[in-house]
């Protein structure tokens, strides 16, 4: 084994402990095992604190807030221990990021991503149909009876049970499940490898090229001891304990009074009516998001909130006006259809022109794609560009024909894929450079490709299909290709054997959907569905249904004025990017502009606005020397956060105390 490097050496002495000899940095069968128990962990934890103890979300968003309480818990405790003890056995950084990349890939899964919308959405039409309704002459139909549970009908046993709760002596119709499984199975896999292979393709661009600041990525590197030898020298900063220590105590107020309600809870949110009392402008402060917008440019952070403030104030004035759009498109994304188009525009524009700076990467993909080209430029991916571009042309293909098979119309499976993309990729290149861990888009793929071909293109049973890809598409707050990015970017820690970390990527989806959907489906089926999560067994696929169901009822054309929309917003956001090229000290980044309408940053555009405020006060005053200095207190503000919430939902469990959800977003 070799010799303790001088660095190794200089951590070791800062630390108060003799050098030790580490293995080198690359993915071991020991990361791979707790890593697959980590993801196997989130799978049942996250349901089981969503559905039953009805906390605090810790897989709701990019953030992916499990992942990081246990990459906290794994440095502090049995990391720490094993370095004080100067024991060989201690983790590499590089064993760290391998595991905490596999739970942030199974952080996307058990909950928003996929298994809380799956159950649900797939049998609501079948237990929610009323003679109000109609369902049962709009929406079941064409409802595809392979994509739901064998058996399923209004008032059969395999739907009522799971929203009411088995009676007793009766046992979980698991055989019933088994085809809708085999036929979902096959088209999840292949989505996820999409994403896979695309960030593949996207990873030297944004990483070596564009050097993106990747805000997400820095306080998992500083708990692995990436360029420590795996010493979480972070932990001996008493300002990230300071920033640490701030939610916490928060936290504790609010958590103590669920309990004891004499105990006064903060009030971390507050809001005024405005504009005659037909809108709130909210004032909330989120430390974990206060953390990620610090590590960000000054310029990404000013223009997310003064956009957002400039959509808010038109929005505003419109309403007073009574100027409102006709076009009912859901309740995903912005709430204002014409801002839906120009933020889809903005999209649209974000994504070609990320290809357009990329255009030298991406040649020289393509000539290795064809078997030419220098292939050291592709030494250190996890896969070849030319099997990374063939699975997803291949993947991209097989969701095509599965989507025709659920009914939607060939003609629109291209423009459905493309905006289904379009939001993915742009959300997280907007994740990746502005640190915006719980961003939306301004809409959803299904809406708008109804909007743009019309309901007679689709015809019912495209309506219908479209409505069931909410299971994958509809409120996208998370997925795996932003955890994959942020991965990538984390695995330069890694020097030997990165390219099984596609394995552990595929390991954490296979673990965290079969555990997430096991322990969901037979908590609905022993409690009942519908006395769990409200937004995913009731309130959502109801509001998605009555959607499509009057879609149906009340045809449309193409929506052209939607199309001339996205195209200026499109324009828009060209212009911006042009001049942000152009002039170096251009204050807006299109970024702002594409993201400004969404609901969520209605909600959290104050924390921004604080964000970006004592950054700024710090880079003037202090320069680079105090914002060094004061970055692990930010780091410490988005730690402090996720523990505090999964250590009370500890409590919680122990306790059998239910509903004390200390943190939202």
């Known amino acids: 084994m070799d010799k303790p490097s001088a660095e190794e050496d200089l951590t070791s002495q800062q630390a108060g402990i003799p050098p030790a000899r580490v293995r080198e940095g690359t993915v071991t069968r020991r990361a791979l095992i707790i890593g697959a128990l980590g993801s196997l962990a989130i799978g049942l934890g996250a349901p089981w604190a969503e559905h039953v103890l009805r906390g605090s979300y810790m897989t709701l968003d990019f953030s992916t807030p499990a992942a990081i309480f246990l990459l906290f818990v794994l440095a502090a405790v049995p990391q720490y221990a094993l370095w004080r003890m100067r024991s060989a056995f201690r983790f590499t950084a590089a064993e760290l990021i391998t595991i905490f990349s596999m739970m942030t890939v199974a952080s996307a899964i058990p909950t928003m991503g996929l298994t809380a919308q799956i159950i649900p959405l797939v049998t609501a039409p079948y237990y929610y149909v009323s003679v109000e309704n109609k369902w049962d002459t709009l929406i079941l139909p064409n409802f595809p009876q392979w994509a739901a549970p064998a058996g399923a009908a209004p008032g059969a046993s395999v739907i009522r049970y799971l929203y009411e709760g088995l009676p007793l002596g009766k046992s979980i119709p698991w055989v019933k499940w088994l085809p809708m499984l085999g036929a979902w199975v096959p088209f999840i896999l292949a989505l996820y490898l999409v994403m896979i292979a695309m960030m593949v393709l996207l990873r030297r661009q944004w990483v070596d090229n564009e050097r993106l600041t990747f805000p997400l990525t820095h306080l998992p590197l500083e708990l692995s001891g990436f360029g420590h030898d795996g010493f979480p020298a972070l932990l001996h900063n008493k300002v990230f304990w300071l920033g640490f220590a701030l939610p916490v105590f928060f936290g504790i107020l609010t958590g103590l009074h669920a309990y004891l309600p004499q105990v006064p809870a903060p009030r971390l949110v507050q809001g005024m009516p405005v504009f005659r009392k037909q809108m709130t402008l909210e004032f909330r402060i989120s430390f974990p998001m206060i953390g990620f917008f610090y590590l960000v440019t000054t310029e990404a952070s000013f223009s997310l909130w003064f956009f957002n403030r400039i959509f808010f104030i038109v929005r505003g004035i419109l309403n007073i006006l009574g100027v409102a759009g006709a076009e009912k498109m859901g309740v995903f994304g912005t709430p204002e259809p014409y801002f839906a188009h120009l933020g889809t525009g903005a999209f649209i524009a974000l994504v070609a022109s990320n290809m357009w700076v990329g255009r030298r990467h991406f040649s020289r993909v393509w000539q290795l794609v064809r078997g030419a080209g220098d292939r050291q430029y592709e030494a250190v991916e996890i896969m070849s560009f030319r099997t990374a571009f063939w699975t997803m042309l291949g993947g991209l293909g097989f969701m095509g024909w599965w989507l025709a098979q659920s009914g939607m119309p060939y003609i629109a499976v291209p423009v459905f894929l493309g905006l289904a993309f379009v939001y993915f990729v742009g959300l997280t290149r907007a994740v990746v450079e502005a640190g915006f861990a719980e961003a939306v888009a301004p809409k959803i793929a299904p809406d708008m490709t109804i909007s743009w071909l019309g309901t007679n293109t689709l015809g019912h049973r495209g309506i219908v299909a479209a409505g069931l890809s909410y299971v994958w598409c509809s409120d996208i707050r998370t997925f795996v290709m932003c955890s994959v990015a942020n991965n990538l970017k984390m695995a330069q820690g890694i020097t030997h054997r990165r390219h099984l970390l596609v394995w552990a990527f595929l390991i954490a989806i296979i673990l965290s959907f079969a555990s997430s959907f096991w322990l969901t489906l037979t908590r609905a089926y022993v409690q009942g569905g519908v006395t769990m999560n409200s937004w995913f067994f009731k309130d959502g696929p109801n509001l998605d249904y009555k959607y499509f169901a009057a879609k149906i009822m009340n045809p449309s054309g193409p929506a052209w004025y939607g199309i001339s929309l996205a195209s200026l917003g499109g324009l828009l956001y060209a212009?911006?990017?042009?001049?942000?090229?152009?002039?170096?000290?251009?204050?807006?980044?299109?970024?702002?502009?594409?993201?400004?309408?969404?609901?969520?940053?209605?909600?959290?555009?104050?924390?921004?606005?604080?964000?970006?405020?004592?950054?700024?006060?710090?880079?003037?005053?202090?320069?680079?020397?105090?914002?060094?200095?004061?970055?692990?207190?930010?780091?410490?503000?988005?730690?402090?956060?996720?523990?505090?919430?999964?250590?009370?939902?500890?409590?919680?469990?122990?306790?059998?105390?239910?509903g004390n959800q200390i943190f939202w977003i």
Do not use: E
Not at 616 to 635: A, Q, W
């Open 575 to 658: 212009l911006l990017a042009a001049l942000r090229f152009r002039y170096p000290s251009w204050p807006l980044h299109p970024l702002g502009y594409a993201l400004g309408s969404v609901w969520i940053m209605d909600a959290i555009w104050f924390t921004c606005f604080t964000s970006w405020a004592l950054k700024s006060l710090i880079l003037h005053y202090g320069g680079n020397k105090l914002y060094s200095y004061m970055r692990p207190g930010f780091l410490g503000l988005i730690c402090g956060q996720y523990t505090i919430n999964a250590l009370w939902l500890i409590v919680d469990q122990i306790a059998g105390k239910t």
